[in-house]
């Protein structure tokens, strides 16, 4: 089991920087691969990035590469995502989620986080 926590959304203005935080419960954060997704109101939820156990190998959608960076510190069983170049279309609430085997991919995630708000305004 694997119980997640976000934190750091919130209102920014575009061009700017947030960064999220996930912190995970459990003994066996270093086994799990981390993801971020994101879902606007109305539309359906969208993956944007994940982080393999180690933390070396990443996987990140083309809509946020380049702007948006997920990294991990076991030492502290959590996860980021630094948000750079905000643009309005970022808003969104924010979830992180986990999964238990190897591949840093979009799918296969079991357990959630309640998510946060990040707004982007113009």
């Known amino acids: 089991q694997v119980q997640l926590g976000e934190s750091g959304g919130g209102l920014v203005q575009a061009g700017g920087s947030l960064r999220l935080s996930c912190a995970a419960s459990g003994r066996t954060f270093s086994n799990v691969v981390m993801g971020w997704f994101r879902q606007a109101s109305g539309k359906e939820r969208e993956f944007v990035a994940a982080?393999?156990?180690?933390?070396?190998?990443?996987y990140t959608a083309d809509s946020v590469k380049g702007r948006f960076t997920i990294a991990r510190d076991n030492a502290k069983n959590t996860v980021y995502l630094q948000m750079n170049s905000l643009k309005p279309e970022d808003t969104a609430v924010y979830y992180c989620a986990a999964k238990f085997g190897a591949s840093v991919t979009w799918y296969g995630y079991r357990y959630w986080g309640q998510g946060t708000q990040v707004t982007v305004s113009s």
């Open positions: 982080i393999g156990e180690s933390g070396r190998n990443t």
